[in-house]
């Protein structure tokens, strides 16, 4: 099965500052990689997504790196705003199609 | 688009009834529907998936004849807590997939159930 895990259960960053939150994977045929945001008391909320075939992406002020030989993937989000602070998820799926989600990061941004 | 709309946002219920949550897709047909299960600062735990027309797969560990799942529609999911205890409360959460595959997966707002 999937085992998916997180580097830092906590962020804390200045607002303007650029973040980066790391997840690692352990299923070299995963294939799909979701990251979300889940703000408390909420669902979890779409941000951008990659493929296998892919090393990068980008969105409005995202990006998300993925590294195949080393299993991890990484979201950066450019300019961290008090907006951003909520948990950030990744979820990695493969041939299942079943996603499996990450322990989670919590983004802390100061104003 | 992509709208998932999850009803109730919450709920109180006393030991021993039954709860339903619904859980709808409502600018796209949704092939697949997942629901999970978080505790507080824990990551989603998923309890079943279902796909349109058959019957749930649910993870291992989940009790099929307790947390009762029908996906009748395209559109609509269900999950009923029956015989609910307070150990079962817990923040419930739908996602929808419009297409097959691997591809993204919308998420309901959540139901917070508390058992009393």
């Known amino acids: 099965g999937e085992s998916v895990g997180l580097h830092l259960p906590t962020l804390s960053v200045q607002e303007g500052d650029n973040s980066i939150i790391n997840c690692a994977y352990s299923?070299?045929?995963?294939?799909?990689f979701i990251w979300y945001k889940q703000e408390s008391g909420k669902g979890p909320q779409f941000i951008i997504d990659?493929?296998?075939?892919?090393d990068k992406r980008q969105g409005q002020r995202v990006t998300v790196l993925l590294n195949k030989t080393v299993k991890h993937l990484s979201l950066q989000i450019a300019a961290t705003q008090p907006g951003d602070s909520a948990v950030y998820f990744c979820?990695?799926?493969?041939?299942?199609?079943?996603?499996?989600f990450g322990r989670g990061t919590s983004l802390i941004v100061h104003p | 688009g992509a709208v998932v709309s999850q009803h109730p946002s919450w709920v109180i219920c006393k030991s021993g009834t039954s709860v339903k949550i619904e859980c709808r897709s409502l600018?796209?047909?949704?092939?697949?529907m997942f629901w999970y299960r978080q505790f507080p600062k824990q990551s989603l735990m998923l309890m079943a998936t279902?796909?349109?027309?058959?019957?749930?797969?649910?993870e291992q560990g989940v009790e099929k004849d307790k947390f009762l799942i029908n996906h009748a529609s395209l559109t609509l999911s269900t999950l009923t807590v029956t015989s609910a205890h307070p150990e079962d409360s817990s923040f419930y959460i739908c996602?929808?997939?419009?297409?097959?595959?691997?591809?993204?997966?919308?998420f309901g707002q959540g139901t917070r159930l508390t058992v009393v």
């Open positions: 996602s929808a997939r419009g297409r097959t595959g691997n591809t993204e997966a919308f």
């Open positions: 299923n070299s045929a995963s294939d799909y």
């Open positions: 990659i493929r296998s075939n892919m």
């Open positions: 979820a990695v799926s493969g041939g299942s199609y079943i996603p499996t």
């Open positions: 600018d796209f047909q949704a092939t697949t």
């Open positions: 279902s796909n349109e027309g058959s019957k749930a797969t649910y």
